[in-house]
């Protein structure tokens, strides 16, 4: 099983604009979750997903969205880059709200 | 109420040594208090995890202590190997939230 995969693994974008992180499971988890991850901070939840159709304002919520329109995929969306928005996103499913399973994380410098 | 706090922030430990990492939670709603392991360029994985209806939890070289009068938690990795290295989360989360709170991280070196 390929488990959570996450595209691109890096990529660099100018203030002001827009890109979509892709993250997609195999595992037929109702769970997913966006985080990030900033150094010496842990991992930050921005929006998570119960299920298709079904999506959340995490923590840090401000300058993202989501959408959940199949039980595999959970893209994560970015309007107008800033530099604060520089980090590694993870994207992770589980089957309930417990055991998480990781992507390898998407790093993400906004210039 | 939400935070999780961990320390140390970063341990060295000769191989062959115990590495204890402890975290402690403010929110008495919290029931389930996992450990993931981070290593380099790669996402936390979880390596234990632990109720508050047990004092212990132990699977191979790791050990989760749990005090829930003290609301506080520690892992505790036996006969630490230089394999070991990486970056060690603890996490709490209560029975009607799906979210999960980290703590910041300790990063762990195990010298060979």
């Known amino acids: 099983n390929a488990g959570v995969t996450q595209t691109p693994k890096f990529r660099i974008l100018k203030i002001g604009q827009s890109m979509t992180l892709q993250c997609t499971q195999d595992?037929?988890?109702?769970?997913m979750y966006w985080y990030r991850q900033d150094p010496g901070m842990g991992l930050k939840l921005i929006y998570y997903s119960v299920g298709a159709g079904i999506t959340d304002k995490g923590e840090v919520p401000n300058g993202y969205n989501v959408s959940r329109s199949t039980t595999e995929d959970f893209p994560l969306r970015l309007e107008l880059a800033a530099p604060s928005q520089t980090s590694v996103y993870f994207c992770?499913?589980?089957?309930?709200?417990?055991?998480?399973?990781f992507g390898d994380g998407t790093r993400l410098s906004i210039l | 109420q939400q935070q999780v706090k961990q320390s140390p922030q970063s341990l060295i430990v000769q191989k062959g040594g115990i590495s204890i990492i402890n975290c402690a939670y403010e929110?008495?709603?919290?029931?389930?208090f996992p450990w993931y392991q981070q290593f380099p360029g790669k996402g936390p994985a979880l390596l234990i995890a632990?109720?508050?209806?047990?004092s212990e939890k132990k699977e191979g070289r790791f050990t989760i202590s749990f005090n829930k009068s003290a609301k506080q938690f520690s892992l505790h990795i036996m006969d630490s190997q230089p394999g070991d290295s990486a970056t060690y989360f603890c996490?709490?989360?209560?029975?009607?939230?799906?979210?999960?709170?980290f703590g910041k991280g300790t990063r762990l070196h195990i010298l060979p």
């Open positions: 929110n008495t709603a919290f029931d389930y």
């Open positions: 996490a709490a989360s209560g029975n009607r939230d799906d979210k999960i709170i």
């Open positions: 595992m037929n988890h109702n769970y």
């Open positions: 992770a499913s589980s089957p309930s709200r417990d055991r998480k399973h």
């Open positions: 632990i109720r508050p209806d047990v």
